[in-house]
């Protein structure tokens, strides 16, 4: 082989080397970037989730309250109805009694 032969393929040889190598650099660098955002979107959707969570429990407290007093409302109208129904149950009892002359 002469020497241009041989300077020839060193360089080719070197050349290679070297881009395999700034290759092997790059696929590195595009797998941390890759690994980072992937981190990046998991970190992000954790927070969307607690976010989420956090605003579906202070709804669902609002709505347990809400329920409560409509429960407890309906509950004092229930014993308010009750009441008159046997107010009213008492007078019409002692109405009857008075015009068939059985009064207590």
């Known amino acids: 082989m002469s020497r241009k032969t041989i300077y020839a393929a060193l360089f080719a040889c070197a050349g290679v080397a070297f881009f395999s190598h700034t290759t092997d650099a790059a696929a590195q660098t595009i797998k941390q970037d890759a690994k980072d955002a992937g981190h990046a979107v998991g970190n992000g959707a ?16 609002g709505a347990k309250e809400a329920g409560q007093g409509i429960g407890h409302g309906a509950k004092e109208v229930g014993h308010g109805v009750a009441h008159g129904t046997r107010e009213g149950w008492d007078a019409t009892k002692h109405a009857v009694k008075h015009v068939f002359g059985k009064d207590d």
């Not at 954790?46 to 407290?61: F, L, M, Q, S």
């Open 46 to 61: 954790r927070d969307v989730g607690h976010a989420t969570a956090h605003v579906a429990k202070t709804i669902g407290h």
